[in-house]
């Protein structure tokens, strides 16, 4: 495994997938590295791409707000995604795009050792949890793998789609703090 000098350097120049041509800016994460709950969403969209961060465009607030209304803080988190270049059209990346990049991200969990992972959306339950299941039908149900509570969840795209996901995504933030209030008692 790379540390974080090394694995940002390794990210900037990568060319394994034809994302890495068309990105203006590689989107590693932001957040605290040393965080107990890692969020991991789909990829780069427009103002992602721009800015070199993830979720900084309207998903990203609704989800900044989410976070803050439970008050889970900036310094519990730290957010990523299955992959760092925004996929054109900001399209659900293809399977050979996804592997090729899940190397960095395993990498990245190995370093930040999160107690909880967050999976924002299909996209990252499929890569995370299971290739097979709905996120739909699993969302809201705890997942204990590898040492690691996994906590599927709506993407918060999907609140900007669909108004009535709102009240479901709220309730499985609430159980992130829940655990994360566990957590930080013992
Ligand atoms: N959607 C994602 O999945 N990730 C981002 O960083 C922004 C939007």
Not at 19 to 39: F, W, Y
């Amino acid at each position: 495994m790379l540390n974080w000098d090394e694995l940002v350097a390794s990210c900037s120049t990568c060319i394994k997938c034809q994302l890495g041509s068309t990105r203006k800016k590689i989107v590693i994460g932001r957040g605290n590295i040393n965080a107990p709950i890692m969020m991991i969403g789909e990829g780069p969209g427009e103002q992602e791409d721009l800015q070199g961060l993830p979720f900084v465009g309207p998903a990203g607030k609704l989800l900044d707000l989410l976070l803050e209304a439970q008050m889970i803080k900036k310094e519990d988190y730290y957010i990523a995604n299955i992959v760092k270049c925004r996929p054109p059209g900001n399209r659900v990346p293809l399977d050979e795009e996804a592997e090729r990049c899940l190397p960095f991200l395993r990498n990245q969990v190995y370093l930040i050792k999160p107690k909880i992972i967050v999976c924002l959306g299909s996209t990252a339950m499929k890569y995370i949890i299971d290739k097979e299941a709905k996120i739909t039908q699993i969302r809201g149900q705890w997942i204990e793998r590898k040492g690691y509570w996994i906590m599927p969840t709506f993407h918060p795209a999907a609140l900007l789609r669909d108004e009535s996901k709102k009240l479901l995504m709220w309730e499985d933030i609430k159980k992130v703090k829940q655990r994360l209030d566990n957590i930080c008692q013992n």
